[in-house]
């Protein structure tokens, strides 16, 4: 293997960097002229076209600054106006997030430094990071977030960016193009992770993880306090779906996903930047090509969460340090560490970009360097920005309270017991994710590319720092989830970017090797053919949406499919296409077709979403929605359903039924055929008019007490604090039943030490909800103090009840040691040991179907 390293300014691999950047001009005459030894045919060359000193003053900057500004009122005006979602959601980005991220690149990148795709990477990265740091600043302002403030927020940091812009824009050139194999390398790697990314973002209905984004998301359009903090982990992917939701006031699955599409794609890029700078354009555009195949990414790319933001980020810090190491200026350590530290604010798995980063200062700096104040002051420099970046997020984030949420989440991922073995699980989750053409195409590239770097002696391959960069970055985040983290779920992921970074070596090393063009078009053509065999793979698992190979559970027909010894895994699955309806069923509920509570097989935030908070319950529900390959799925009563209700729709989906609507009571004799909603006819109207940000977004994102509850504030005893509580009739008849939410706050941690009661009316006969909680949660069992919690619960009017009001009393009994009722102390109403909570109005007639 060759250890081609000089300290002259060449690539990581030994020779000369790709940067496309030009040098300043020099020849033979500038030579001769600064030696003083000048010919007369020399002498008069340079006095008919002398060689500049510095760069002429241009207009390109200013004028580019000014495009820029009238195209970012453009776009805001169409973002707000366009009847298009798509069109309006893309506007909604040029407006927030491209135009002030071109003129921060205006402002900070050294054009000198770069070629043009690596100021155009840099310059979408910053987009970026404006939104998620922007959007948390907007987000903790107590306001609204609506089309005025975001369109008002974002126009003033455009205009403070457009201030330095234009400071700089006078004596600002472009970058230069870059050669032509580099160009059409970036064009070749962005088009292939565009077009597996960016087709169909509508693909799927929200899945699970999604939806706590988006409820959380709604929670800081409606400027709820504490909306961010329940999320327990960054909150990157939450601001950047709350800036364009309240920029445009409704929300798609498409648009929703469109940011984090946008951002894989360019994450791809920016790991070919990368590895064209430590390989080679060929290396390079080897291992953009796998990272583009990479199916872990690609399904993180068509989802709303975090690990398309953190793959930009990080990886544009990471170049940012490269660029430093290979000779860059003071300026590259700043921004990497504002974009890392912004990746941070997405998911802590952007400390994983922490150890390459540490790798490439190392090899500018050396183990000497590392003491060396005034090399290293940059970074100091990029250290603070970064804190700075983070303390937005976590000075709030201590003071609230919830903190607690986060180190509860790192405990429950990390727990005890070390070491694990997880290699079982991780080998499970890469099979699903990435098939298995392309772990053999990486494993075949770094062996054989590894091989050939041992033994060809005499061939320039890529040095051995670089080799040794791939492998940390690989094997620290790989090791972490295998044998520390508890559940490593898909963190996982972060581990292949190292690996394909290894690919790549070995494909440059391979491409050294040979040197006939024949035969490098034929290697070219097998690593081409390798990954045609992985999109077999990728395109129907991801892309076809008409058959969903995964929740069928028909990926073992598919070509080289393999299943490890445990199977493929049954959770976590994300990105892979599902679709049950579940829209016809939020346009149902808001047309008024359908009415009442409901119980489900999907997990509750997924139909708290869609049903637009439809009141959910497990006892006695009027209405059963019962959907199709469902993930996760929750267990109900197929006995009650079969004897106790009957079917009055289906929900069908390019023509397959779904989702089946079933009511409570007899089917009536000779009644109507159960009707069928394509999903296609209300999809639209669901997106348009039911999908605005007026949903309580439930307790991922307000807490406990929920808008439009009643406060209570009275305590029974010292064990328990009821706060208020939220009264939803659906049948307040005789036969019918009241729906309640009760909000506590336990004063003391118990377990089954105390019994929650509620009746309606002082004979508790009219109606008595003592039996199971609604939602079967049962958290009114377990109590810790100070951690409030919801009791959900319904009670039966009796059959005989006589219309008119009765009160809605509660008590608290403390079980075993010093049992009996406790008094209720505070309060708008006292009868011990009941509290009158408010007052309910049974009327007239029997019960609703």
């Not at 041992?454 to 972490?480: D, H, I, N, Y």
């Not at 509750?604 to 059963?624: E, F, I, K, L, M």
């Amino acid at each position: 293997m060759s250890n081609s390293s000089s300290s002259r300014a060449t690539g990581a691999s030994g020779r000369p960097a790709t940067s496309g950047a030009s040098s300043p001009a020099t020849h033979g005459d500038a030579d001769s002229a600064a030696t003083g030894d000048l010919s007369v045919v020399e002498a008069w060359r340079l006095l008919v076209k002398p060689v500049p000193s510095r760069r002429a003053p241009g207009y390109v900057g200013i004028v580019a600054v000014i495009g820029l500004l009238n195209l970012s009122a453009i776009a805001a005006i169409v973002a707000s106006a366009a009847p298009d979602p798509m069109v309006a959601a893309v506007a909604g980005l040029i407006h927030t997030a491209l135009i002030p991220g071109l003129l921060l690149a205006f402002a900070v990148v050294p054009s000198s430094e770069v070629d043009a795709v690596e100021w155009l990477a840099l310059a979408f990265g910053f987009g970026i990071l404006v939104l998620i740091v922007g959007g948390l600043a907007l987000a903790l302002l107590p306001i609204r977030i609506s089309p005025i403030p975001v369109v008002g927020w974002t126009a003033t940091v455009t205009l403070v960016l457009s201030a330095f812009a234009f400071r700089r824009g006078i004596s600002w050139q472009p970058p230069a193009l870059g050669g032509r194999s580099a160009l059409l390398g970036a064009a070749l790697v962005l088009i292939v992770a565009a077009a597996l990314r960016l087709p169909g973002l509508g693909y799927a209905e929200f899945q699970g993880d999604e939806t706590e984004v988006i409820l959380r998301a709604t929670g800081v359009v409606q400027n709820l306090p504490d909306a961010l903090f329940y999320h327990g982990k960054g909150p990157g992917e939450i601001v950047v779906v709350a800036v364009q939701y309240g920029l445009r006031g409704a929300l798609s699955e498409g648009t929703a996903r469109l940011p984090f599409a946008l951002a894989g794609a360019g994450g791809v890029l920016a790991f070919y930047l990368v590895a064209r700078r430590l390989l080679g354009t060929p290396g390079g555009v080897a291992a953009g090509l796998l990272l583009a195949a990479n199916g872990y990414f690609l399904a993180f790319s068509r989802i709303t969460q975090y690990q398309s933001l953190v793959l930009l980020l990080g990886m544009l810090g990471v170049w940012c340090a490269l660029r430093w190491s290979l000779g860059g200026s003071a300026v590259w350590p700043t921004l990497a560490g504002a974009l890392v530290a912004t990746a941070a604010l997405a998911h802590y798995d952007a400390l994983f970009f922490l150890p390459p980063i540490a790798l490439v200062v190392l090899w500018r700096a050396g183990w000497r360097g590392i003491v060396d104040f005034e090399l290293l002051s940059p970074w100091f420099r990029g250290a603070q920005v970064g804190s700075a970046i983070l303390a937005l997020f976590l000075v709030p984030y201590l003071d609230s309270g919830l903190f607690g949420l986060a180190t509860g989440r790192v405990g429950d991922r990390v727990g005890a017991g070390l070491p694990y073995n997880n290699v079982p699980s991780i080998v499970a989750s890469a099979t699903l994710y990435l098939g298995t053409g392309f772990p053999v195409l990486v494993a075949a590239l770094i062996v054989l590319g590894g091989g050939v770097a041992l033994v060809a002696r005499r061939v320039e391959t890529p040095s051995v720092r670089v080799w040794l960069l791939g492998l940390a970055w690989a094997a620290v985040p790989l090791l972490f989830y295998a044998f520390v983290a508890r559940k490593p779920g898909t963190h996982v992921h972060v581990a292949t970017s190292g690996l394909v970074l290894l690919a790549g070596a070995g494909f440059a090393s391979l491409w050294a090797a040979v040197r006939l063009p024949p035969v490098r078009l034929a290697l070219a053509g097998a690593v081409a053919a390798g990954l045609a065999v992985v999109g077999t793979y990728l395109v129907p698992v991801y892309l076809q949406t008409t058959a969903e190979v995964v929740r069928e559970n028909r990926v073992g027909s598919l070509p080289l499919a393999w299943r490890p010894p445990g199977g493929l895994p049954t959770k976590e699955r994300f990105g892979f296409p599902y679709q049950a309806g579940w829209k016809s069923i939020g346009a149902l509920y808001a047309e008024g077709t359908l009415v009442g509570s409901f119980d489900s097989n999907e997990q509750p935030q997924v139909t708290h979403w869609y049903t637009r908070g439809a009141w959910r319950c497990s006892v006695d529900p009027r209405y059963y929605l019962i959907a199709e390959n469902v993930q996760d799925e929750i267990e109900t009563p197929r006995r009650v359903i079969g004897s106790g209700y009957h079917q009055i729709g289906t929900v069908t989906v390019a023509g397959e039924p779904k989702l089946r609507v079933f009511e409570r009571g007899a089917a009536p004799a000779g009644g109507p055929r159960p009707i069928t909603w394509p999903a296609e006819s209300r999809s639209a109207q669901f997106d348009r008019a039911v999908s605005a940000p007026t949903l309580d977004p439930g307790p991922w994102a307000r807490g406990v007490f929920a808008r439009g509850g009643t406060a209570v504030g009275s305590r029974f005893g010292e064990d328990a604090e009821l706060l208020g509580y939220q009264v939803f009739i659906e049948d307040p008849q005789p036969g019918g039943v009241v729906r309640v939410d009760l909000f506590w706050r336990p004063l003391v941690s118990s377990r089954e030490q105390h019994r929650i009661d509620v009746q309606l009316g002082a004979d508790p006969r009219i109606g008595d909800a003592s039996g199971p909680a609604c939602d079967k949660t049962g958290a009114d069992k377990e109590w810790v103090a100070g951690q409030p919690f919801t009791q959900r619960v319904s009670v039966p009017i009796a059959a005989g009840a006589t219309p008119g009001s009765y009160p809605l009393l509660v008590s608290v009994s403390r079980l075993g040691a010093g049992a009996g009722p406790l008094q209720p102390v505070g309060g708008p109403a006292m009868g011990a040991p009941l509290l009158e909570v408010g007052r309910v109005d049974v009327q007239g007639g029997g019960r609703a179907p």
